[in-house]
C-alpha cells in the first residue's frame, strides 16, 4: 500500500516536471503506476531471470500477431497458397525483427508449429474443393 502511495507521488511529479518545465503533454489515460511485469512499454514487459531483468513481448503483442495470422490463414479465403504463405512471411518476420530482442523462443516454436497447422488445413481444403 505505502508503495502504491509513494508509486502515486512519484508520477505526479514527473508529470508535473513533463508539463511546466518541459512543456510536454502526459497522456493521463496510458500514463500509470504498477508493477513491470504488469506493465507495457512499446509491446514489451519487462521480467526477471537467473540471467538479470530482460524483456519480453506483452501478451497483447502475442495475440495481435496470433489474430493477423488467423485472418492470413482462414480456410475461407481464397488466394493460392504461394501469395497466402508469402504474407505470412512478411507478417512474421516484422514482428521478429521488432521484437526479436526479447525473449521468445518458447513462443516462436509454439507459433511455428500453429501456423504450419493453420496452414495444412488450408491446404487440405483447397484440394477438397478442386477435386
Not at 509513494?6 to 513533463?18: D, N, P, W
Not at 504488469?38 to 506483452?58: A, D, E, M, Y
Not at 485472418?71 to 488466394?79: A, D, H, I, M, Q
Amino acid at each position: 500500500m505505502k508503495s502504491q502511495r509513494a508509486g502515486e507521488r512519484v508520477l505526479k511529479s514527473i508529470t508535473k516536471f513533463l508539463e511546466e518545465e518541459l512543456k510536454l503533454t502526459v497522456n493521463k489515460e496510458k500514463s500509470e503506476v504498477g508493477r513491470p511485469p504488469k506493465r507495457k512499454f512499446l509491446g514489451f514487459c519487462i521480467q526477471s531471470t537467473r540471467n538479470g531483468t530482460q524483456c519480453r513481448p506483452h501478451i497483447k503483442a502475442k495475440k495481435r500477431l496470433e489474430e493477423k495470422v488467423r485472418n492470413l490463414t482462414s480456410r475461407k479465403r481464397p488466394g493460392e497458397i504461394r501469395e497466402i504463405i508469402k504474407e505470412i512471411n512478411q507478417v512474421t518476420r516484422g514482428w521478429i525483427n521488432y521484437y526479436g530482442i526479447g525473449l521468445m523462443k518458447t513462443y516462436v516454436q509454439e507459433i511455428d508449429r500453429w501456423i504450419r497447422r493453420r496452414i495444412r488445413g488450408h491446404v487440405i481444403k483447397s484440394e477438397k474443393l478442386h477435386v
